[in-house]
């Protein structure tokens, strides 16, 4: 069974970090790659950030989070990590990780439903 599992959300002040972790089971991990999505109320999800499989390793993020946050792999953990620096109230979101076949260099943030796993999400609260 294919499991992603998202912990690390927390009510944190405006300015202050959270990392958010993203532990993954049941498939190839090296062969996939992972991306970090968000939702916040009454808004459609997006996609923030995504790093490639490991023959790749790329990364990219929408343009609202460059500069302040940080994804990352542990390829012998099958973990990712998304470190959130400056946190805004407008990052308030619940937060939820995927996974996608690696069956092209790079990694995507457009396309969600490309996505093939998906974990149950994480609370971030960003208070003013």
């Known amino acids: 069974e294919v499991q992603l599992v998202e912990s690390g959300g927390d009510l944190v002040q405006a300015g202050g970090s959270l990392t958010l972790s993203c532990v993954v089971s049941?498939?190839?991990?090296?062969?996939?790659?992972i991306g970090w999505f968000r939702q916040a109320p009454g808004k459609e999800r997006v996609g923030i950030s995504c790093i490639g499989s490991l023959d790749d390793g790329s990364t990219h993020y929408e343009d609202s989070v460059k500069g302040r946050f940080t994804i990352s792999s542990d390829n012998a953990e099958n973990t990712v990590y998304l470190q959130m620096n400056n946190l805004k109230p407008e990052d308030t979101a619940v937060y939820y990780c995927?996974?996608?076949?690696?069956?092209?260099?790079?990694?995507?943030?457009?396309?969600?439903?490309?996505?093939?796993?998906w974990g149950q999400g994480t609370q971030v609260t960003v208070s003013s």
């Open positions: 995927a996974a996608e076949f690696a069956w092209h260099i790079g990694c995507n943030l457009d396309y969600d439903y490309e996505y093939d796993y």
């Open positions: 049941g498939l190839t991990f090296d062969k996939y790659s």
